[in-house]
């Protein structure tokens, strides 16, 4: 009991409530835990839910990461989340009139998940106000997640993806000296684009005077110059 309270202190959902609180919570919930790779080698193959399953439940983290993707008929397969220890996922799409999952979840390092159904999420909320206060906060997050996955998606130009993160991320650092806080492979599927082609756009914007980089520091040169390339 004492690991499981631990590793809801994680999560958004319970943030501020008591050891206390979490415990007698948690002794009133009927939930199950799945560990979905216990028996697997290769941890990518471990599909958690699939694009068109029916979503019923939150789920929770709780060890390992997952994978939020997103397959093309072509075969291409854009990342468009990672979830790890303490991250939610089903929170909107269990209370929506269509819910089914618009997106394939697979575990991309070994995963120990908590569900919770609708009910007792319903019935979490109502015992408990910093539990409905969290989880509309967090509905909120993710309604301006998606609201910047699609502008990210809007722009035509891979010298557009990459000018709106770059700018995204000057805007949480407040500097024009970031560190990225991916590696170039996850900006890629982060972008949805092939690795190659994003060093080719880097270095091209970087003989262009836009950027300048070294591994995971990109130095903006022309702040300018990339906010006129998203107009």
């Given amino acids: 009991m004492d690991k499981l309270i631990d590793c809801l202190k994680h999560c958004i959902l319970f943030k501020g409530l008591t050891y206390d609180e979490l415990q007698n919570l948690i002794k009133n919930v009927n939930y199950s835990i799945s560990d979905n790779c216990k028996n697997c080698d290769e941890c990518r193959t471990c599909i958690v839910a699939l694009e068109g399953d029916i979503c019923d439940y939150l789920g929770i983290v709780m060890a390992g990461e997952l994978e939020v993707q997103k397959h093309y008929a072509s075969g291409k397969v854009v990342t468009l989340a990672k979830l790890n220890i303490g991250k939610t996922f089903g929170e909107a799409i269990a209370f929506s009139e269509t819910n089914i999952y618009p997106a394939t979840i697979v575990s991309s390092k070994g995963s120990v998940i908590l569900y919770i159904s609708k009910k007792d999420i319903i019935a979490m909320c109502s015992s ?71 060093s080719r756009e880097f270095v091209n914007m970087k003989e262009d005077g836009l950027i300048d980089f070294n591994k995971s520091l990109v130095k903006i040169k022309d702040l300018e110059a990339l906010e006129d390339i998203l107009v």
């Fill in 128 to 198: 408990y106000p910093k539990v409905l206060n969290n989880f509309m906060q967090l509905l909120s997050s993710k309604i301006l997640l998606l609201n910047r996955k699609i502008k990210e998606l809007s722009f035509e130009t891979l010298r557009q993806k990459i000018s709106n993160y770059l700018l995204s991320q000057y805007e949480i650092q407040k500097t024009t000296a970031l560190t990225l806080p991916m590696s170039r492979k996850s900006l890629a599927e982060h972008l949805g684009v092939q690795r190659p082609s994003l």
